[in-house]
């Protein structure tokens, strides 16, 4: 059974008794809904991966209430790490450190390294403070799927497979955190996200962003970075280059006579878009909302049973990078229109 509750106090306590034995919560952050086990607790870490369907060689996120809990789970914290965790921390950023021992090899894949952050949501803190535990916590879904952003896509893709879900309304940022690794010189941005490229950089230089893999190949840095991933149900098609917005049109016209199409758009262009025949889910008019709000729109579109998602990109400055990053996961085919 599966419990669904507003993030009350009272229920908030409750959601930490549960994890402090053993048990599966899933909860609120910024960047989307996590589902979270006591990460030193080996069986309840099995729990997290048996429930998400989860591949054990894609490594866990280990969250925390404080800074002053990372070496609970970090073996040694460089100085560019502090610096980073103070400009950053609480927010969408995660670090790659070298493990402590006491956290199991199922939370890191067997890797000697770790992922740690400190989530930026009132009711994600209250829970970590309350357990006084370091949380594992990937993201609420069946693995493949898009990243619920709101307790109800947890309850659609997890009821009674954990415990319970704490309601606090809608991811604020929509898309993963940021997730860098340190340990080169510059830093590489594993995956883009909350914490843009242009924010690291301000605090601490130079930062390389990893290519995506569009396979799935052995020793890839980041073994969670595949080439399918956060997928919609329906066939779904990107739009990248100068002319997406046109050979996004085109496809349209040409597709809508004889499949029922949606498309995710910016506000600007539903109009047009809807009266050509799509099925138009709105994403807003700026970065932020348009990051907020794709996740949510591919869940949708799925529900509104269309056979084909189209999209476009929206550019590599700011948040742009992290959209591009899960457009290009979501996406069956990625089509350039230079
Ligand atoms: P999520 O499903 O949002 O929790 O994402 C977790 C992702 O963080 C994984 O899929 C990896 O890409 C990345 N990650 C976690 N731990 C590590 C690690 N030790 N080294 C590199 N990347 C990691
Ligand atoms: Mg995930």
């Known amino acids: 059974m599966t419990e669904l509750l ?8 409750r959601a930490a008794e549960v994890l402090k034995h053993g048990g599966l919560v899933a909860f609120p952050t910024e960047t989307v809904y996590g589902l979270g086990a006591n990460a030193l607790d080996a069986k309840a870490v ?5 429930a998400k369907e989860r591949p054990s060689a894609d490594p866990l996120i280990v969250h925390l209430a404080r800074v002053e809990q990372v070496p609970l789970v970090a073996r040694s914290v460089p100085e560019t790490a502090y610096r980073l965790m103070q400009a950053f921390w609480p927010g969408p950023l995660t670090l790659i450190l070298p493990k402590q021992p006491a956290v199991p090899d199922l939370v890191t894949s067997s890797l000697e390294t770790v992922a740690v952050r400190v989530p930026n949501h009132p009711i994600a803190l209250a829970l970590l403070h309350e357990t006084g535990l370091p949380i594992a916590a990937p993201s609420a879904n069946r693995f493949g799927h898009t990243s619920p952003t709101t307790a109800l896509h947890v309850w659609h893709d997890l009821r009674g497979r954990i415990d319970l879900i704490l309601d606090g309304g809608s991811a604020t940022i929509g898309v993963e955190s940021t997730v860098l ?3 080169t010189t510059p830093a590489r941005i594993l995956r883009p996200g909350g914490v843009t490229r242009e924010m690291l950089e301000a605090v601490i230089g130079p930062v390389t962003v990893l290519g995506q893999k569009r396979k799935a190949e052995p020793g ?6 595949l080439e399918k991933h956060y997928a919609p149900r329906a066939e779904m ?4 280059g100068e002319h997406a917005r046109d050979a996004l049109r085109a496809c349209l016209a040409e597709q809508g006579r004889v499949r029922k199409v949606g498309v995710l758009a910016a506000d600007e262009e539903a109009g047009a878009l809807e009266q050509a025949g799509a099925v138009v889910y709105r994403l807003g008019s700026d970065l932020n909302s348009i990051a907020r709000h794709i996740y949510a729109g591919m869940r949708w579109l799925d529900g509104q049973g269309v056979d084909l998602i189209l999209c476009r990109d929206y550019g590599e400055s700011g948040l742009g990078l992290a959209v591009r990053d899960r457009l290009m996961r979501a996406a069956s085919r990625i089509q350039s229109a230079e």
Not at 6 to 13: F, K, S
Not at 46 to 50: K, L
Not at 237 to 240: A, D, H, K, R, T
Request: charged fraction near 10%; charge should be negative; proline fraction near 12%.
């Open 220 to 225: 890839l840095p980041s073994p969670g970075l």
């Open 46 to 50: 099995t729990g997290i991966f048996t």
């Open 181 to 183: 690794d340190i340990s």
């Open 237 to 240: 098609i990107l739009f990248v």
């Open 6 to 13: 507003a993030a009350t106090p009272e229920n908030i306590a």
